[in-house]
């Protein structure tokens, strides 16, 4: 090898590791702000019957907000911040009166029902 070929090589290799670098910073920045908006979620879905209504239901929050696109999640926040049967939602909420193949009143009973039926049919975790 001359000169020139071992100085390119060089110079290759000092871009693939700048490269590396880079991508391993934006994949950690990206994972942080991610994380920073599912946990400003968690907090907006705690303000809502939708956060009772899951736990009602015994899905968990936490895996609510990773398994579920963050469009669908704003909908059904939406859906419940619309609702129009929120005496009827807190006083079966409150009996503990909350049956999945019951809960026609709620706005997001078809994506509730979507939900468990996912978790059902999901492998089980350690």
């Known amino acids: 090898m ?3 070929s071992l100085i390119a090589t060089g110079l290759f290799g000092l871009l693939m590791a700048a490269f590396a670098g880079l991508l391993f910073t ?3 920045f990206n994972l942080n702000v991610g994380k920073k908006y599912r946990q400003t979620l968690a907090r907006d879905i705690d303000k809502l019957r939708l956060s009772r209504m899951l736990a009602a239901l ?3 929050v936490d ?4 398994s579920e696109r963050i469009l669908d999640i704003q909908q059904q926040m939406g859906r419940c911040s619309d ?3 929120t005496a009827e939602c807190d006083d079966r909420l409150a009996r503990g009166d909350v049956d999945a193949a019951d809960i026609g009143f709620c706005n997001n009973e ?3 029902q979507q939900i468990l039926e996912r978790e059902k049919s999901a492998p089980p975790r350690d």
């Open 58 to 60: 015994g899905i968990d």
């Open 110 to 112: 078809q994506s509730l």
């Open 26 to 28: 934006a994949i950690v």
């Open 2 to 4: 001359n000169l020139v």
């Open 63 to 66: 895996s609510y907000l990773h």
């Open 83 to 85: 609702c129009g049967r």
